[in-house]
């Protein structure tokens, strides 16, 4: 069975930083790209940044620069290293195996100003 467990969230404070892990387990992940998502309750789930398997990456427009998307296929884990956070960035964290139906169930982040 394939999992994504996210961890690595928590309460931040605003220009403070925080890392957040995706573990992933039953399937050989490393062959897929991985994505980070977010969401506030209330509105639509929102990309945040993609790394493909050839470990090319994308971002949005809102956390290009502060955040950085890297992984480690020893470990089957995908992380997103958040710099400079605001208050903005305040939402569930989501990462997701592009390709596939198979996404994790999250980890809060909040970014007190």
């Known amino acids: 069975q394939v999992q994504l467990v996210e961890s690595g969230g928590g309460l931040a404070q605003a220009g403070g930083s925080l890392t957040l892990s995706c573990a992933t387990s039953?399937?050989?992940?490393?062959?897929?790209?991985m994505g980070w998502y977010r969401q506030v309750p209330g509105n639509q789930r929102e990309w945040v940044a993609t790394i493909s398997n050839g470990r090319s990456t994308n971002y949005a427009d809102s956390v290009k620069g502060r955040f950085t998307i890297s992984r480690d296929n020893a470990k089957n884990t995908v992380y997103l290293q958040m710099n400079s956070l605001k208050s903005e960035d305040t939402a569930v964290y989501i990462c997701?195996?592009?390709?596939?139906?198979?996404w994790g169930k999250g980890t809060q982040v909040t970014v007190s100003s």
């Open positions: 039953g399937t050989a992940a490393s062959i897929y790209p």
């Open positions: 997701r195996m592009h390709g596939t139906n198979y």
